[in-house]
């Protein structure tokens, strides 16, 4: 089966996603978890330890700038399912529209972002990378940030993982999250809309813990 732009979308409009094995491996499998991690846009954590990465402005935050760069880093590391194809369909969801990136920057050098899917209010969180200390913490604090701003009612993680955990993620059945799809992807949402807020709104709309 050829993997196609539309393909892709329409997978995830039913729940499912693609992988490979690892990088040289050209077969793709898709995956439809039993029990799925969500991030709930009105739960996301921030540490005091993190806060104080952030407000001391050592990164600087833009959306959709290296989008490919941001994939790229998610599939540097010894084991990773984005082979050479998955790698160019997104790609191809990004110049459509439907992917899109959030980077963080340490002057003018990539050091961290996540990457990930969008179809009406739903976002497909696909994968993050961090080259500097909390900079993939920092990307998601900034991108739960603009999905609530943009409108979107779902943010969907794949799989909880226990650092997914420790920022607030949870785990929901498969059937609720195809509730919670179908509901999503039937509403508007932007993801490009919003302005890059600064660090003072950043922090006084996200809930902090110790």
């Known amino acids: 089966m050829t993997l196609t732009p539309e393909l892709l979308l329409h997978a995830y409009s039913i729940g ?41 402005g050592v990164f600087r935050i833009d959306t959709d700038r290296d989008f490919a760069g941001v994939v790229d880093g998610c599939a540097d590391r010894a084991e990773t399912w984005i082979n050479d ?52 913490k920092v990307a998601l604090a900034y991108l739960v940030d603009r999905l609530n701003r943009g409108g979107f009612t779902l943010f969907d993680t794949q799989f909880l993982t226990s650092h997914l955990a420790s920022l607030g993620a949870v785990e929901i059945s498969r059937g609720e999250y195809r509730r919670q799809l179908a509901e999503a992807i039937a509403r508007p949402a932007s993801f490009t809309a919003p302005a890059i807020p600064s660090v003072q709104e950043i922090l006084q709309r996200t809930s902090q813990t110790s």
């Open 16 to 56: 499912i996603f693609p992988m490979s094995e690892h990088r040289d491996d050209p077969e793709i499998f898709w995956v439809d978890p039993r029990r799925r991690g969500v991030f709930p846009l009105d739960g996301f954590r921030i540490s005091r330890s993190l806060a104080r990465r952030i407000r001391s």
């Open 85 to 136: 194809e998955i790698r160019d369909r997104y790609l191809d969801l990004h110049e459509l529209g439907h992917a899109h990136s959030l980077e963080v920057y340490d002057g003018d050098l990539l050091v961290g972002g996540v990457y990930g899917v969008v179809l009406g209010a739903a976002f497909f969180g696909e994968s993050m990378f961090s080259r500097r200390t909390d900079a993939s």
